[in-house]
T-cell receptor
Framework: EDQVTQSPEALRLQEGESSSLNCSYT??????LFWYRQDPGKGPEFLFT???AGEEKEKERLKATLTKKESFLHITAPKPEDSATYLC????????????FGQGTTLQVKP | DTGVSQNPRHKITKRGQNVTFRCDPI?????LYWYRQTLGQGPEFLTY????????KSRLLSDRFSAERPKGSFSTLEIQRTEQGDSAMYLC??????????????FGSGTQLSVL
C-alpha cells in the first residue's frame, strides 16, 4: 500500500536558521512526488513536483530533492513568512491523479 | 482564472442533519477531486471525477456521502445524517488531465464543517 511519512511533525527555527524537512515514501511505481504549503484555514498551495531520483527544484528559499526512498525540502535562511505546514504527497501506483499525503510538518520561524 | 472556489467556507450543523458543499473548479480543468482533512493530518482522498463521470471512491467513504458533478462543471458533496466524526475541512481540487503531461492538483480553500 502506498504510504508517505513526514518528519519532524513540528519544527521551530530562528529567522535565518537553515534546516530540512523529510518525506519518506513507499510506492510501487512513483509517478510524481509533490510538495505543498498550507497556511491555517486555507487549502494546500502547490510548490514543486519531482519525478525521478536525483532531481532538484528551487523556489526562493526552498529547495526540494528526491531519492528513491525519500525527499527533502531544504529551507535556507528562513523568514517568519515561511511559517506554514508543508505537505508531501505522491502519485502512487494507481492510474489516477489521486495524491497520497503525509501528515505534514508544521514550521514556525521566529524573528 | 479565479482558482478553485468552495462554498460555504464554514458550516455548523447539528448531528443528524444533511449538509451539501459546492465546488467550482478552474474552468478548463477536466478532473475534480474531493479530500477531507482533520486537524494535524494531511488531506485524505474521498473521490474524484473526470468530466461528469465519478471514477473512484475511497473505501473509507461511507454511504452517507454522495458526490455529483453534473455536466462536468461544478461539483457537490452531500453528507446525510451527519455525525460528530464528520467534522473536518472538506477540500476540493481540480486538474487538467492529459495523457501526455503530468497532472498537477490545484486546491480550493475548503469548507470547514462542524457537527454539534
Amino acid at each position: 500500500e502506498d504510504q508517505v511519512t513526514q518528519s519532524p511533525e513540528a519544527l521551530r527555527l530562528q529567522e535565518g536558521e537553515s534546516s530540512s524537512l523529510n518525506c519518506s515514501y513507499t510506492v510501487s511505481g512513483l509517478r510524481g512526488l509533490f510538495w505543498y504549503r498550507q497556511d491555517p484555514g486555507k487549502g494546500p498551495e502547490f510548490l514543486f513536483t519531482l519525478y525521478s531520483a536525483g532531481e532538484e527544484k528551487e523556489k526562493e528559499r526552498l529547495k526540494a530533492t528526491l531519492t528513491k526512498k525519500e525527499s527533502f525540502l531544504h529551507i535556507t535562511a528562513p523568514k517568519p513568512e515561511d511559517s506554514a505546514t508543508y505537505l508531501c504527497a505522491v502519485h502512487g501506483s494507481s492510474n489516477t491523479g489521486k495524491l497520497i499525503f503525509g501528515q505534514g510538518t508544521t514550521l514556525q520561524v521566529k524573528p | 482564472d479565479t482558482g478553485v472556489s468552495q462554498n460555504p467556507r464554514h458550516k455548523i450543523t447539528k448531528r443528524g442533519q444533511n449538509v451539501t458543499f459546492r465546488c467550482d473548479p478552474i474552468s478548463e480543468h477536466n478532473r475534480l477531486y474531493w479530500y477531507r482533512q482533520t486537524l494535524g493530518q494531511g488531506p485524505e482522498f474521498l473521490t474524484y471525477f473526470q468530466n461528469e463521470a465519478q471514477l473512484e471512491k475511497s473505501r473509507l467513504l461511507s454511504d452517507r456521502f454522495s458526490a455529483e458533478r453534473p455536466k462536468g462543471s461544478f461539483s457537490t458533496l452531500e453528507i446525510q445524517r451527519t455525525e460528530q466524526g464528520d467534522s473536518a475541512m472538506y477540500l476540493c481540487a481540480s486538474s487538467l488531465f492529459r495523457v501526455t503531461t503530468n497532472e498537477k492538483l490545484f486546491f480550493g480553500s475548503g469548507t470547514q464543517l462542524s457537527v454539534l
